[in-house]
């Protein structure tokens, strides 16, 4: 058992995740009906841990196939994702398993370096390509092997929309090439920048164009959050006001990330939870992370500056243009806030939310929008 319930990062287990049963079930239909996945959303939302958490149910509820999860996050060309591709087969199978033993003969084929760091004792991997033909065959071979198991494989990549971002030509077009060739692997793409993604997978003339269903994770029900919160207060012997609950929600906008923070702080503060100590605790969590905030202020233009506070004090803004607006917090003309908002979702400052009618804007980060709103 965890000492605080609410976690901030990773996954632990079902216990601790709340809801998404929906989109699990949607995720291991879409494989077990030999459908590829693409999985967006805004950042913290909880892509990653849907992907684990449907990795568990798999093997809770004891379906064939293997899963691998992939974060290419942090790969800057196509011989790195290769490298991170081998990497993840090698952790995720052990030696001492089937497919641990077998990769490790077949990797033996790609005469690569493997060392184990020292500390950690994770695999690293080197493979020297004479051409960039050696290059594409050996990331072909690794999809190949995994095609070629006893069990499927579902493979998961996240942060996929790095891809886009390497600097050899027609990576798209040549991992789509073998993603649509493996019969036996079953790929989930996952990715939190939406004009990259949705431009990947949904423009005509892209190589994954319509190719794959898309699961656009949204905010928790607030029912089944407010269920899941204050399921954990009880069993730990704590009441929690039904006021303390619906601030908490709305606070945090049920944005996950910044939900499960408040709530692991006023769990770590001990005692039954009344509005009051709720609020204390998102006093104190602005306060904590004040001096990080005050940075920004640096780093943006004034125009920007001005925009991001004023939204900020809005809550959220679908007028950009309209003049009592622009005049009310001295923003300048039309062109001007538009420029200013495009540069600060390229930063991922702003958070836009479109539907048919509006394109709504808002802080990104929830503690961040709060703390401007108190201190300007
Ligand atoms: N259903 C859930 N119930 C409880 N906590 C969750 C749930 N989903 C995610 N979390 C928690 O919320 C935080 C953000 O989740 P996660 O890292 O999965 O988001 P993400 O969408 O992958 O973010 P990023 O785009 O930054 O990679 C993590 O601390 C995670 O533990
Ligand atoms: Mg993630």
Redesign the pocket.
């Given at each position: 058992m965890l000492e605080n319930p609410?976690?901030?990062?990773?996954?632990?287990s079902a216990e601790?995740?709340?809801?998404?049963d929906t989109e699990t079930n949607e995720l291991i239909s879409n494989i077990q009906n030999g459908r590829d996945t693409t999985l967006v959303?805004?950042?913290?939302?909880?892509?990653?841990?849907?992907?684990?958490?449907t990795f568990e149910t798999i093997k809770k509820k004891r379906l064939k196939y293997d899963t691998l999860y992939v974060d290419v996050?942090a790969t800057l060309s196509l011989s790195d994702f290769t490298k991170t591709l081998a990497e993840g087969i090698l952790l995720t199978f052990p030696e001492r398993t089937s497919i641990g033993k077998a990769f490790l003969a077949f990797l033996k084929g790609l005469r690569p370096t493997l060392t184990y760091d020292s500390v950690s004792g994770t695999p690293q991997l080197q493979f020297n390509y004479g051409t960039s033909a050696e290059k594409e065959y050996t990331l072909k071979s690794l999809f190949e092997f995994l095609n070629t198991r006893d069990r499927d494989v579902v493979l998961a990549f996240?942060?996929f929309q790095q891809i886009t971002e390497y600097p050899e030509k027609n990576v798209e077009a040549l991992l789509r090439t073998y993603v649509q060739s493996m019969r036996n692997v079953h790929f989930i793409f996952?990715?939190?920048k939406k004009r990259l993604m949705a431009e990947m997978f949904t423009s005509a003339n892209r190589p994954f164009f319509s190719s794959t269903s898309t699961l656009t994770?949204d905010r928790?029900d607030s029912s089944k959050?407010a269920e899941?919160i204050e399921g954990h207060f009880k069993d730990a012997g704590r009441s929690i006001d039904d006021d303390a609950l619906v601030w908490i929600l709305n606070w945090t906008r049920r944005h996950?990330?910044y939900?499960?923070?408040l709530c692991n702080e006023i769990f770590a503060r001990g005692g039954d939870v009344t509005l009051s100590l709720v609020k204390a605790a998102a006093q104190y969590i602005l306060e904590r992370e004040s001096s990080y905030f005050l940075q920004y202020r640096e780093l943006l233009t004034r125009q920007q500056w001005l925009l991001l506070v004023a939204i900020a004090k809005e809550g959220s803004v679908s007028q950009l243009s309209s003049t009592k607006f622009l005049k009310q917090y001295g923003i300048g003309s039309i062109t001007n806030a538009r420029r200013a908002a495009q540069a600060l979702v390229e930063k991922e400052l702003l958070l836009t939310v479109e539907s048919k009618e509006k394109t709504e804007y808002m802080v990104y980060d929830v503690f961040l929008s709060h703390w401007l709103e108190s201190e300007f």
């Open positions: 609410f976690i901030t990062k990773g996954y632990e601790y995740f709340c809801d998404r959303s805004p950042r913290k939302f909880g892509k990653t841990g849907l992907i684990l958490h996050y996240d942060e996952c990715g939190s994770l928790i959050y899941f996950t990330f939900t499960q923070s």
